[in-house]
T-cell receptor, first 113, second 119 residues
Framework: GDSVTQMEGPVTLSEEAFLTINCTYT??????LFWYVQYPGEGLQLLLK?????DKGSNKGFEATYRKETTSFHLEKGSVQVSDSAVYFC????????????FGQGTELSVKP | GAVVSQHPSWVICKSGTSVKIECRSL??????MFWYRQFPKQSLMLMAT?????????EQGVEKDKFLINHASLTLSTLTVTSAHPEDSSFYIC???????????????FGDGTRLSIL
């Protein structure tokens, strides 16, 4: 079945450092891909998404590009802030899946001042 | 933007009691709602999918008699944990989606979660 794999955390960075969180997926067909962010004690917020190959999703300085050839959707940010500290989830949603999201295991990011 | 309200945010109760969690879509019609369970430092596990006016579809391994889901209106779904025990303690999160049909491409909007602690 469909699956999503993320790099393990926790990831600890200094403020203004460059961030990459790797995400790869397996799916039949071409799923839509998402990044969600979860702040402590809260639910998930959609950060960005891409619905087809070569699409780039972007929001709040974060970017991710849908790479069909490598089945990847890596999250990047050029300069992280302390307020970016959270858990980041990569997710896919395939067709004929009843709209279900398949989540990766989450990557905890801690940004130090 | 769309808002999903989940209530209560935190509940502590004794073993053997039943607990009801509400999930409301505040500014859109939620034709489909999803209920997830999240263990500490782990990903979200989908428990069930409910479409307004019909029975919920449970994922494999989820006891439907233990976790009762009702989706009686386009703005409200409830999850009732019946005869709760300490192993049911977890973080429960709902999400809601508008649009018609199972393959609606409307985004899922998540509630802030409910932390359930069973003593």
């Amino acid at each position: 079945g469909d699956s999503v794999t993320q790099m393990e955390g926790p990831v600890t960075l200094s403020e203004e450092a460059f961030l990459t969180i790797n995400c790869t997926y397996t799916a039949t067909g071409y799923p839509s891909l998402f990044w969600y962010v979860q702040y402590p004690g809260e639910g998930l917020q959609l950060l960005l998404k891409a619905t087809k190959a070569d699409d780039k999703g972007s929001n709040k300085g974060f970017e991710a590009t849908y790479r069909k050839e490598t089945t990847s959707f890596h999250l990047e940010k050029g300069s992280v802030q302390v307020s970016d500290s959270a858990v980041y989830f990569c997710a896919s949603r395939g067709y004929n899946q009843g709209g279900k999201l398949i989540f990766g295991q989450g990557t905890e990011l801690s940004v130090k001042p | 933007g769309a808002v999903v309200s989940q209530h209560p945010s935190w509940v502590i109760c004794k073993s053997g009691t039943s607990v009801k969690i509400e999930c409301r879509s505040l500014d859109f019609q939620a034709t489909t709602m999803f209920w997830y369970r999240q263990f500490p430092k782990q990903s979200l596990m989908l428990m069930a999918t409910s479409n307004e006016g019909s029975k919920a579809t449970y994922e494999q391994g989820v006891e439907k008699d233990k976790f009762l889901i009702n989706h009686a209106s386009l703005t409200l779904s409830t999850l009732t944990v019946t005869s709760a025990h300490p192993e049911d303690s977890s973080f429960y999160i709902c999400s809601a989606r508008g649009g018609r049909g199972q393959e609606s491409n409307q985004p899922q909007h998540f509630g802030d979660g409910t932390r359930l602690s069973i003593l």
